[in-house]
């Protein structure tokens, strides 16, 4: 089966594929690594069995690549659930294979109540996947199963006949050799290398510190430290024990980390997916598998996402940082933003509450990683408050200072009260007494009306803020009644007198009114009987009556009483109501 030949399942098995390795290992080359192994793939039919070698990895008998970062990581893994073939199914979906590494990842020790690897794919349903030989059993069980006791009494016989410096080369040439023969039959040489005396164990491990490239380092040292080392220290040398405890505890930590972080952001897919190089990359294209892969959902994720949460807390806590909690600052900022996207909010304050001691211990880096994930994901969390979510809210109350900016421009956007009114009893806090986020947001159209609503709360003197004032020039008239509500009176005079023919009556009238007690009102007095005569009926009185508030006023209108009875309107009255007003102030 060529690629042209790939259904959509397949196709997104492969990308799985691509998906996960580029996550667990994010380094340029062990990328490039899954890329080469997802378009190898592409061209071969399934079903896929995978098995795992020292060096190298076999598919359908062939090999698809030598161990780089990446396959070796998988290897390694494998080895230690005593993993000799992994058969992938056609049609297996993107989350049966998800589901199957992160079981990969976990420490055997951890599968033995549930029968190995193959007994936990089987208790979570894993579909399309099958595993051969993966019963976990203990170090004396893997003697007795992988081969004869003789065999484990010649090889230790052999050893013990040779200097330590030698022996560790003979110990290394058997194993090479029986682990190609029979991946199970390394427990023979976990169990030879515990009869060994301190000397020889010591040369085995110091040879194997020296020996990186064929595999076998991290294969046995992966296999020995994965047993229960406290029940080993009556046949381990001290020195001996101790280094397995360090390259445990690195080893299954980085490894936790590196494989769960991965698979808790599905987006990592999508991200991935446009990155696969060649034949693939035009395959999913020409499928248009985009919204498929969009729908893959990762039931069950919420049972093991707190655990995966506290590994990171632990991390953390490292002392020193270096490139491990490097690594994981990176992958706790993406799953932090990744669950914000999805909508796991709840998910979301989980990880804002395991990168505490990175809070305290690296403020500045905590802080720079939460701004960056608040300004990304802060429109997400706008759209979930207003649809009423409360998770939501507790997120962009933490949130809402560190994008204060886009917080703003997004006002407009509530259109739900409940979500306006709170987020308005909040604004204040996140601004802290800052306005300029505010002004600066005047620019987005829609939010101006909610935008000054928000800035008249506020109390503060904008006489001389030339952003508000230029809103005077605003299509809408609500807009403009607004900024004259704020700071219609210091605004100039000439300023207020264009406005005083304004299509909206309510403009008009406020305009008028900030004249009447205008700084320089006397000189617009005059104006505002012009506009008093050609006012409307039904204004008139109103816009008189708001001349007479200033002594100003009431000497303008007594001085020109007869004149203004000529020109406002018949119904005498209404002038003998406001001459009467007048004449009693």
Same mark, same amino acid.
């Given at each position: 089966?060529?690629?042209?030949?790939?259904?959509?399942?397949?196709?997104?098995?492969?990308?799985?594929?691509?998906?996960?390795?580029?996550?667990?290992?994010?380094?340029?080359?062990?990328?490039?690594?899954?890329?080469?192994?997802?378009?190898?793939?592409?061209?071969?039919?399934?079903?896929?069995?995978?098995?795992?070698?020292?060096?190298?990895?076999?598919?359908?008998?062939?090999?698809?690549?030598?161990?780089?970062?990446?396959?070796?990581?998988?290897?390694?893994?494998?080895?230690?659930?005593?993993?000799?073939?992994?058969?992938?199914?056609?049609?297996?979906?993107?989350?049966?294979?998800? *589901?199957?590494?992160?079981?990969?990842?976990?420490?055997?020790?951890?599968?033995?109540?549930? =029968?190995?690897?193959?007994?936990?794919?089987?208790?979570?349903?894993?579909?399309?996947?099958?595993?051969?030989?993966?019963?976990?059993?203990?170090?004396?069980?893997?003697?007795?199963?992988?081969?004869?006791?003789?065999?484990?009494?010649?090889?230790?016989?052999?050893?013990?006949?040779?200097?330590?410096?030698?022996?560790?080369?003979?110990?290394?040439?058997?194993?090479?050799?029986?682990?190609?023969? *029979?991946?199970?039959?390394?427990?023979?040489?976990?169990?030879?290398?515990?009869?060994?005396?301190?000397?020889?164990?010591?040369?085995?491990?110091?040879?194997?510190?020296?020996?990186?490239?064929? =595999?076998?380092?991290?294969?046995?040292?992966?296999?020995?430290?994965?047993?229960?080392?406290?029940?080993?220290?009556?046949?381990?040398?001290?020195?001996?024990?101790?280094?397995?405890?360090?390259?445990?505890?690195?080893?299954?930590?980085?490894?936790?980390?590196?494989?769960?972080?991965?698979?808790?952001?599905?987006?990592?897919?999508?991200?991935?997916?446009?990155?696969?190089?060649?034949?693939?990359?035009?395959?999913?294209?020409?499928?248009?598998?985009?919204?498929?892969?969009? /729908?893959?959902?990762?039931?069950?994720?919420?049972?093991?996402?707190?655990?995966?949460?506290?590994?990171?807390?632990?991390?953390?806590?490292?002392?020193?940082?270096?490139?491990?909690?490097?690594?994981?600052?990176?992958?706790?900022?993406?799953?932090?933003?990744?669950?914000? *996207?999805?909508?796991?909010?709840?998910?979301?304050?989980?990880?804002?509450?395991?990168?505490?001691?990175?809070?305290?211990?690296?403020?500045?880096?905590?802080?720079?990683?939460?701004?960056?994930?608040?300004?990304?994901?802060?429109?997400?969390?706008?759209?979930?408050?207003?649809?009423?979510?409360?998770?939501?809210?507790?997120?962009?109350?933490?949130?809402?200072?560190?994008?204060?900016?886009?917080?703003?421009?997004?006002?407009?956007?509530?259109?739900?009260?409940?979500?306006?009114?709170?987020?308005?009893?909040?604004?204040?806090?996140?601004?802290?007494?800052?306005?300029?986020?505010?002004?600066?947001?005047?620019?987005?159209?829609?939010?101006?009306?909610?935008?000054?609503?928000?800035?008249?709360?506020?109390?503060?003197?904008?006489?001389?803020?030339?952003?508000?004032?230029?809103?005077?020039?605003?299509?809408?008239?609500?807009?403009?009644?607004?900024?004259?509500?704020?700071?219609?009176?210091?605004?100039?005079?000439?300023?207020?007198?264009?406005?005083?023919?304004?299509?909206?009556?309510?403009?008009?009238?406020?305009?008028?009114?900030?004249?009447?007690?205008?700084?320089?009102?006397?000189?617009?007095?005059?104006?505002?009987?012009?506009?008093? *005569?050609?006012?409307?009926?039904?204004?008139?009185?109103?816009?008189?009556?708001?001349?007479?508030?200033? /002594?100003?006023?009431?000497?303008?209108?007594?001085?020109?009483?007869?004149?203004?009875?000529?020109?406002?309107?018949?119904?005498?009255?209404?002038?003998?109501?406001?001459?009467?007003?007048?004449?009693?102030?």
């Amino acid at each position: 089966m060529g690629t042209d030949g790939l259904t959509p399942s397949e196709a997104a098995r492969l990308l799985g594929i691509a998906w996960v390795g580029s996550g667990l290992y994010p380094d340029p080359g062990s990328q490039e690594s899954f890329r080469r192994v997802a378009e190898q793939l592409a061209a071969t039919p399934a079903p896929l069995d995978f098995q795992p070698m020292p060096t190298d990895l076999l598919c359908n008998g062939e090999s698809i690549g030598e161990l780089g970062g990446a396959l070796h990581r998988f290897t390694d893994a494998a080895f230690r659930h005593d993993v000799s073939i992994i058969r992938i199914l056609p049609g297996v979906d993107p989350y049966d294979l998800a *589901q199957f590494l992160q079981l990969v990842a976990v420490e055997p020790a951890a599968l033995a109540g549930v =029968g190995g690897l193959g007994g936990a794919v089987r208790a979570r349903d894993v579909r399309g996947i099958e595993v051969g030989h993966s019963q976990l059993l203990t170090a004396g069980e893997r003697a007795d199963a992988a081969s004869p006791g003789v065999e484990v009494d010649l090889l230790v016989a052999r050893l013990l006949e040779t200097l330590p410096s030698e022996s560790s080369a003979v110990f290394l040439e058997e194993l090479a050799s029986m682990v190609e023969e *029979q991946p199970t039959s390394v427990a023979a040489y976990l169990d030879a290398f515990t009869r060994l005396d301190e000397a020889t164990q010591e040369a085995i491990i110091l040879r194997l510190m020296e020996d990186s490239e064929s =595999g076998l380092q991290d294969t046995f040292l992966g296999q020995l430290s994965g047993h229960d080392l406290a029940g080993l220290q009556t046949t381990l040398s001290p020195r001996t024990a101790e280094f397995l405890s360090d390259y445990a505890g690195y080893a299954d930590g980085a490894r936790q980390l590196d494989a769960e972080a991965a698979l808790l952001d599905p987006e990592s897919l999508l991200t991935f997916r446009s990155e696969v190089a060649g034949r693939i990359e035009e395959r999913l294209s020409e499928l248009e598998l985009t919204e498929a892969v969009k /729908t893959v959902d990762m039931p069950g994720k919420a049972s093991w996402t707190p655990a995966v949460q506290e590994t990171m807390r632990g991390m953390f806590l490292v002392e020193d940082r270096g490139d491990r909690v490097d690594r994981a600052i990176r992958a706790w900022s993406r799953l932090l933003g990744a669950s914000i *996207q999805r909508g796991s909010f709840a998910e979301a304050v989980g990880w804002i509450e395991a990168g505490a001691p990175l809070a305290e211990q690296h403020p500045s880096v905590f802080d720079g990683e939460i701004e960056g994930v608040a300004e990304r994901g802060i429109a997400s969390l706008f759209s979930s408050v207003n649809a009423g979510n409360d998770s939501a809210k507790v997120l962009l109350d933490r949130f809402g200072p560190l994008a204060i900016e886009e917080a703003c421009r997004l006002l407009g956007e509530l259109t739900e009260p409940p979500a306006r009114k709170w987020v308005s009893s909040r604004l204040p806090v996140w601004l802290d007494g800052e306005i300029e986020p505010l002004l600066a947001a005047l620019e987005s159209h829609e939010a101006v009306p909610v935008l000054l609503g928000e800035i008249s709360k506020l109390d503060l003197d904008l006489s001389g803020e030339r952003r508000i004032a230029d809103l005077l020039h605003d299509d809408r008239a609500t807009v403009r009644r607004k900024v004259l509500e704020m700071v219609g009176t210091s605004l100039p005079i000439d300023t207020l007198g264009g406005l005083l023919d304004d299509p909206s009556s309510d403009v008009r009238m406020l305009s008028f009114r900030a004249m009447s007690v205008h700084a320089e009102r006397e000189r617009a007095l005059p104006k505002l009987a012009e506009v008093l *005569q050609a006012a409307p009926a039904n204004e008139q009185v109103a816009l008189a009556s708001l001349m007479t508030q200033t /002594t100003e006023g009431q000497s303008f209108v007594r001085s020109r009483g007869s004149g203004l009875r000529a020109y406002l309107t018949a119904d005498g009255r209404r002038w003998r109501e406001l001459a009467g007003q007048v004449l009693r102030r």
